[in-house]
């Protein structure tokens, strides 16, 4: 049987999708929920990019137990060290370490000879197996890179040691059949001396197409992330990759993964709702409609025998379409029942906390779905410290030729503030009142909202990402309530709240790592 190694990069070239920046309290809680997954590497992020990124790192080695935790580093010393510290805590620790390969990259990037190319990757392996024994190093751009080269630069940073060697299509320009290949032959060329591994791109839609073209031909590490997210059209889809090698046993009976293919639909969920990226409703296996049928044919067929018109069922990823739907009679015991059942581990004081949130929420909204209480409870438990908390907020109709208001009453250290102010609209009364009481001036990037599950009564879902400062990059906030404005309220204290908890370990908007 071939393992398959999964190593996961959500929380990395993920989080280099524009506007997917999370703070250090939500990328534990991936963290946590990747290793329920079985991702065997989580590359936790690329330490050298900011104090903020290399705390995350450090904090989430302290965490996770089971899976591999990893640091991204250029070819540089500095870099390595600040990987090498970030996972020191780790069970299992590796350093990933990689520097551009192509021609074009090497000219006008790296400005750097071929040679000259070799000789870093070289030392760069060389001392990240001082800091721990697991190294991987990367061709970036390998997809566009002479073979030639890549043997050459394969084999001596095999000589000093690198374990795992990755062919990333950075760019995601080659055919599966191209890339297939390309792992062929270097498959036969580096034999059994390190372990083949692959990063597709999705620029023309083929990361998931290549990632299985190159298993079939010899690697053996497939880098990939939630929902398909990554820098430009993202990466190869974890569940995407996962669910073929499932699903079509007949041709990979010898091939196996770790992952357990019910947190499947959990995670994603868990990723759209932290990052603000709501999946497309066609995407493949965990898109709203990727079980859902509407003709009648199919219905019809359905009812008669399910694999007429499904190859694989929604319960196979942990999606329960019969739920057990809550409501306001649903007690504390159904309540931590209901929570065990969706993978949460809360700790009794998340529940307790949990619990209120959940019934204040069932006083105003009949059903309660498990979508949820997925959305409420990841809410809670990735929350910033609230430095600022929303007490009280009451708004002026908006009669035609009136004039909106917001007021707010706001705990700060322990006082409530109030104020009042209008505004061109009601949500701009709300920003403007939020930024006076708070001392702030944010500037409002991206407003999103949409209901978490159906009905009139639905919960609203408010995502806002706002520049508190130019130099920073935008800050998400998420806000939750069956009222819209109460919800846009929630989501900007939340990104401030975020933005206090970040500000210090924030890289510079101006730097830029790859
Ligand atoms: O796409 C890429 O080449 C990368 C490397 C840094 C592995 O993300
Ligand atoms: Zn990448």
Do not use: W
């Amino acid at each position: 049987m071939n393992n398959i190694i999964i190593f996961d990069t959500t929380l990395r070239d993920g989080e280099q999708s524009p506007g997917a920046s999370m703070n250090t309290e939500e990328k534990i809680q991936m963290a946590l929920q990747l290793e329920k997954l079985g991702v065997d590497v989580i590359e936790a992020g690329f330490a050298a990019a900011s104090p903020g990124d290399a705390d995350a790192i450090s904090r989430i080695s302290e965490q996770v137990q089971n899976s591999t935790i990893c640091s991204l580093s250029r070819a540089i010393s500095s870099d390595i060290k600040a990987a090498g510290d970030a996972i020191a805590k780790a069970n299992k620790r590796r350093i990933h370490t990689f520097i551009a390969t192509s021609p074009i990259h090497m000219e006008y990037k790296l400005k750097m000879s071929p040679d000259e190319v070799i000789k870093r990757a070289v030392d760069a392996v060389s001392y990240a197996k001082t800091f721990c024994d697991d190294v991987e190093f990367s061709c970036e751009d390998a997809g566009r890179s002479d073979i030639g080269f890549l043997k050459e630069i394969l084999d001596a940073v095999i000589e000093v040691g690198a374990n795992t060697l990755n062919i990333p299509d950075t760019v995601g320009y080659r055919m599966p059949s191209e890339m297939g290949a390309m792992i062929k032959e270097l498959s036969g060329f580096i034999s059994n001396r390190a372990i083949l591994s692959v990063h597709n791109h999705n620029d023309l839609g083929l990361a998931t197409a290549s990632s299985i073209a190159c298993i079939q031909n010899g690697a053996r590490q497939v880098e990939c992330t939630i929902n398909g997210l990554g820098e430009r059209a993202g990466n190869a889809a974890l569940e995407e990759v996962v669910m073929i090698l499932k699903t079509r046993k007949d041709i990979f009976k010898d091939f196996s993964t770790n992952i357990n293919i019910k947190e499947i639909y959990a995670t994603s969920r868990l990723v759209s709702s932290i990052t603000g990226i709501e999946t497309q409703p066609n995407k493949a296996i965990v898109g709203k409609n990727a079980f859902a049928h509407e003709s009648g044919i199919h219905q019809d067929g359905i009812l008669k025998h399910a694999q007429t018109y499904e190859i694989m069922s929604a319960q196979d990823i942990g999606l329960d379409k019969n739920s057990l739907v809550m409501g306001k009679h649903s007690g504390r015991h159904a309540f931590s029942e209901k929570l065990k059942k969706l993978g949460f581990n809360l700790s009794d004081e998340e529940l307790i906390k949990a619990f209120e949130r959940f019934k204040i929420l069932a006083d105003s909204k009949k059903e309660i779905f498990d979508d949820d209480i997925r959305a409420l409870v990841s809410a809670e438990i990735t929350k910033a410290q609230e430095v600022y908390k929303l007490v009280t907020l009451q708004l002026s109709d908006c009669n035609p030729g009136g004039v909106p208001s917001a007021a707010v009453t706001i705990e700060h250290n322990g006082k409530d503030i109030t104020d009042a102010a209008i505004g061109n609209g009601t949500m701009d009364a709300i920003f403007k009142v939020i930024d006076r009481v708070c001392g702030v001036n944010g500037k409002l990037k991206e407003y999103k909202v949409d209901s978490v599950t159906q009905g009139k009564d639905a919960l609203a879902k408010v995502v806002v990402k706002v520049v508190f400062d130019e130099s920073k990059p935008a800050i998400m906030g998420h806000g939750l309530s069956v009222d819209t404005m109460l919800a846009t309220a929630r989501a900007y204290i939340g990104a401030l709240n975020s933005y206090i908890s970040m500000k210090d370990g924030l890289r510079n908007v101006k730097d830029k790592l790859i």
